[in-house]
C-alpha cells in the first residue's frame, strides 16, 4: 500500500525517510487557522486529521500521514513567525520561560477509512537570551522563521535551549516517528 506525507515541510520528510519506506510526500488542502475558542491540542490534532483526510480522494488506496505542531505559552498559541521580526519578538517573549509543543500525528487508511491519531507533547526550556544572542541567532539561522515558535532545535537553535521534556526527540522536528511506527505495525507495515 501507498505511503503519503500529507506535507511539503523538508523537516517531516527528513524524519520519514529514516525508515525503509518509498514514500511521496504531497501538499495538504488545509487552512492552518486555528477555530475560534480551540485549544492548542485540539489545534493540532484536528489539522493533523483534515492533512491526512485531505488526500484521501487523490490516494485512495493510501496509508495517508498528517502531521501538525501547535507551540503554547500563558495560554497562546504560538505559530511560525514568518519574519525575523515576528521571530524576534517571539524568542524575546519565550527567553527563559518553557513552551509546550503540542505535535499531533494521524494515520489514515483511505482504503479502509481507519484513522489512527496520537500527540506528543514536548516540554522547552529556553535560556535567557539577550537582544543580542537573538538577533545573531536570526542572521544564522534565517529558516527559523518558519519554524513553530522560531526554535529550529535541529540547527542552531539547540543553542537556545536550556532543557527539552518529551517521549519522542523528533516530535520537536514535527514527526512523532515513534507513535508512526506504531500506528504503521498497526496497519500491517513492518519496519524491520
Not at 493533523?48 to 500563558?74: E, M, T, W, Y
Not at 536550556?162 to 519496519?191: C, H, Q, W, Y
Amino acid at each position: 500500500m501507498p505511503l503519503v506525507l500529507a506535507s511539503t515541510s523538508r523537516f517531516r520528510r527528513e524524519i520519514l525517510a529514516r525508515l525503509p519506506l518509498p514514500f511521496e510526500a504531497v501538499a495538504p488542502v488545509c487552512d492552518e487557522t486555528p477555530l475560534a475558542g480551540e485549544s492548542a491540542l485540539a489545534t493540532a490534532v484536528r489539522l493533523a486529521r483534515v492533512k491526512a483526510q485531505s488526500l484521501a480522494a487523490r490516494h485512495p488506496d493510501a496509508l495517508i500521514i498528517g502531521s501538525d505542531q501547535v507551540a503554547l505559552l500563558d495560554d497562546q498559541q504560538i505559530g511560525k513567525p514568518g519574519t525575523v521580526e515576528n521571530g524576534i519578538a517571539m524568542l524575546k517573549w519565550m527567553s527563559g520561560r518553557t513552551v509546550t509543543f503540542h505535535t499531533a500525528l494521524a494515520l489514515y487508511n483511505s482504503a479502509t477509512g481507519h484513522l489512527q491519531e496520537a500527540v506528543d507533547l514536548t516540554h522547552v526550556t529556553l535560556r535567557v537570551l539577550t537582544d543580542a544572542q537573538i538577533t545573531r541567532y536570526f542572521e544564522l539561522e534565517p529558516d527559523a522563521i518558519h519554524c513553530a515558535g522560531a526554535a529550529k532545535s535541529e540547527g542552531l537553535g539547540g543553542a537556545l535551549i536550556e532543557k527539552i521534556e518529551s517521549t519522542d526527540p523528533n516530535a520537536l522536528i514535527g514527526l512523532p516517528l515513534f507513535a508512526l511506527i506504531t500506528m504503521l505495525n498497526n496497519e500491517g507495515v513492518e519496519i524491520l
